[in-house]
């Protein structure tokens, strides 16, 4: 019997399941027609708790392109949410509803949260400044495209590296292929949170903390940009003390290799100079489009045969004593206070904060 699948964290897939997926993507890309009824009847529905483009876009379109339909929100003002419903009760109900639930909340594990109650597959669409392992997806298949590999790199990952969940994901993804160096490149307050630190050291991945894109941008293979998280920060003025201080110029550029590859999540502010839209090395839009593909093949696999799935869904994690709670404010077991105490190893299994 199958069992429930959600899509959490990118580290519950094994290289086997992930290259799958990539060789489903690719068939899809040159054969949309051939899937366009694949998931006929099914509908996926999209809680959205915070703003965005697209990722809410694409995993619409993924399911629409495969003959399904979609339901949701993005503003949770007009849902029940705003009438004090707790994250169960909308998941539980929704899960009647819709074949697959994506989610994107500002508290950080609040999928895994939903995971514990939904019937349905669960999709992490971003959980605060934690994860966000379909963008990961996204970037790693677009290393794949564009590069044939994902091992033997040397990736410079530079901005807001405390708050960018987009890193935290990558960064963990990309510390399981061999060979990988990394360059983080940060101001000192949005130096990668300790649970990123710690897992690098644990993989053994060989990292640089760096202050400027300078002293490596001729190292790098790829360059992955990203915004500071303005809506993060605790008021406007740390906010602008941090806004501005990487720029990617076609001046800084010109030191790079003629085959860099430029990655960014999207939405850019001010962090890459409009120019540089133009340069052949930016793949930032192609990677934006490689996205669609990605979740069209995991909604597909996540959805496959599941009028046979065992409904209870498996969790690694374990019960802690009430004492050993999470202290981290931006958990969701801060505000969603039914929630069990769980964990994995010494760590909160919502967030991974270290617990008591
Ligand atoms: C990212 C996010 O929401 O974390 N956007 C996205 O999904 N592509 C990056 C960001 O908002 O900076």
Redesign the pocket.
Known sequence: MNTLRHMLDFGSLNDEEWDSLCREADKIRQNPAAYASARQGAVLATLFF?P????QLSFQTAMLRLGGSVIGFSDPGCSSVAKGESLRDTVKIVGTYADVIVI?SPLEGSAYAASLYSPVPVIN??DGGHL?PT?TMTDLYTLRRELGRCDGLKIGVCG?LYY???VHSLLSALARYKGNKFYLISTDSLRIPEYCARELKDSGAEFYEVKTIEECIGELDVLYM??V?RERFASAEEYQRQAGVYVLTTDKLRHAKSDLVILH???KVDEIAPEIDDDPRAKYFAQ?EN?LYIRMALILWLTENMEHANRKPIHSAYPIPAERICRNPRCVTSREKYLPALAVGDRCAFCAHLVG
């Open positions: 915070e965005s483009t697209r990722t994107r669409a971003g966000h963008q807001d960018g969940r987009t990203t915004r998280q999540p999207l939405p934006a996205g």
